[in-house]
């Protein structure tokens, strides 16, 4: 056991990377076997197969396995059990305890594939398929990390988990969230956190911008459409608050750059979207005849503001309260409410914590490069393990790109895969061997 803290002295390191290069193929075929799963969500299908067939292999490598249903918790049935599966391996006396945690679910394939999306097929290098990126690749890379580190029979104090956990895609509230609150993330049982999200082979994502969702109601008072001025159009209140935000929001949000290295580039600001509008009766399908003439008495709008660390969720709120009420000063039957949807604040761990030093190093090591530190635009379960679990050191590490996920002819290559892969073995040898 090397008591240094890089873990691995250099031969060491090589012959771990040879290993690891040895089990390329065991590597594509447990990809491929991962991506044949449909583990589509919504709905939440084929959880419990995906972790039984995850908990078999891992059984196989010594690892205790368990399966862990989060009933009763939201989306769970006995249709689509929501089973998540840890599996443990103890090293050789008491130490810290390393944890790679991969969302099996995948979102719908949607249109535009090449390919069958669940053939997991093999391309000049490439296996593609729903899932193959976002993230079943940096599950399969974890595994066969961790595989190879037994196979080797390096020995290490503390021990290693890998997870497979269910709903990342809808919010992780019977996955991540779930065990979470089961102490399934917090010290002593787990010290260390790698999420293998597709962020890039050389980059540590440190973690994520916060998130605000809310719906606005503009009620207006109904009236013939033909004497549009005996009502209240609450279209033309909601169009007033959009001009408002268009001319003075927006400019603002452009101007306020974060600290947080985001990618891409765009979204290292505050960014707002609107997921959708409506207003007044429905519209007509084709053939369904004319909408009746009325005023609309109602437009709701629901939005989805990204924010930074450097803001709070209370400011941002009232950044939006402030125009409302601005157009109420301007049209005195501007008639709104605000209702909160959903909102999650943003996080991102230290710099020089250890986990993103560990992966830091080893990127050097292995790709010659410097570690790039990255947050992500978007939220991700490391939420769930920083706030529930009060666990810091967490971070997104693993193979394929971020801009393949969610996309039709999905892929992840092989090469960044068995590179990730020696860098979360190397990486989590050496936060094994810091003292506990
Ligand atoms: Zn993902």
């Not at 719908?108 to 690749?137: N, Q, V």
């Not at 089961?182 to 998130?211: A, M, Q, T, Y």
């Not at 947080?260 to 960014?271: E, L």
Request: negative net charge; contains cysteine.
């Amino acid at each position: 056991m090397p008591e240094s803290s890089s873990g691995l002295d250099d031969k060491q390191r090589a012959r771990l990377a040879a290993r690891i290069d040895a089990k390329r193929d065991d590597l594509i075929a447990l990809t491929q076997d991962l991506i044949r799963i449909p583990t589509v969500n919504p709905p939440g299908d084929a959880y419990q197969p995906c972790c039984e067939y995850l908990g078999r292999r891992l059984a196989r490598s010594g690892f205790a396995v368990e399966y862990l249903r989060a009933e009763g918790a939201l989306g769970d049935s006995d249709r689509y059990p929501r089973t998540n599966i840890i599996a443990r391996k103890e090293g050789r006396g008491p130490g810290p305890c390393v944890h790679f945690n991969s969302h099996i679910d995948v979102v719908e394939p949607g249109h535009g594939w090449t390919m069958d999306p669940f053939s997991g097929e093999l391309r000049d290098g490439r296996i593609y398929g729903r899932g193959a990126c976002d993230m079943k690749g940096g599950l399969a890379a974890s595994i066969i990390a961790i595989e190879a580190i037994l196979e080797e029979g390096i020995e290490f104090s503390g021990a290693i988990e890998i997870s497979g956990t269910v709903d990342e895609e809808s919010g992780g509230y019977a996955g991540v969230a779930w065990l979470a609150e089961r102490g399934r993330f917090s010290p002593p049982r787990v010290d260390h956190v790698i999420i293998p999200e597709p962020l890039n082979k050389d980059c540590v994502c440190l973690g994520h911008r916060g998130v605000w969702w809310a719906e606005i109601i503009v009620s207006g008072r109904i009236a013939h459409g033909s004497m549009p001025f005996l009502g209240v159009s609450a279209i033309r209140g909601m169009a007033a608050f959009l001009a408002k935000v268009e001319t003075e929001l927006y400019p603002r949000l452009a101007q306020r750059r974060t600290a947080m290295p985001v990618i891409p580039d765009g979204a290292r600001q505050s960014t707002l979207n609107f997921n959708g509008l409506h207003g007044g009766l429905p519209n007509p399908a084709p053939g369904e005849g004319f909408p009746s003439a009325l005023v609309a008495d109602r437009c709701s709008l629901v939005l989805d503001r990204r924010y930074l660390i450097e803001e709070s969720e209370a400011e941002i709120r009232q950044e939006i309260l402030d125009l409302l009420e601005a157009v109420q000063a301007e049209r005195p039957e501007f008639d709104y409410t605000l209702r909160d949807l959903w909102s999650m604040p943003p996080t991102m761990t230290d710099a020089d914590s250890p986990v993103v030093t560990a992966l830091s190093r080893e990127i050097e090591h292995f790709l010659g490069t410097p570690a790039h530190h990255v947050a992500s635009p978007g939220t991700y379960d490391q939420k769930h393990i920083v706030r529930i679990g009060n666990l810091k050191d967490c971070v997104a590490y693993g193979p394929g790109l971020l801009e393949l996920a969610h996309q039709p002819d999905e892929y992840v290559g092989v090469e960044d895969m068995l590179d990730a892969a020696k860098i979360m073995a190397a990486a989590a040898l050496r936060l094994l061997a810091r003292a506990p």
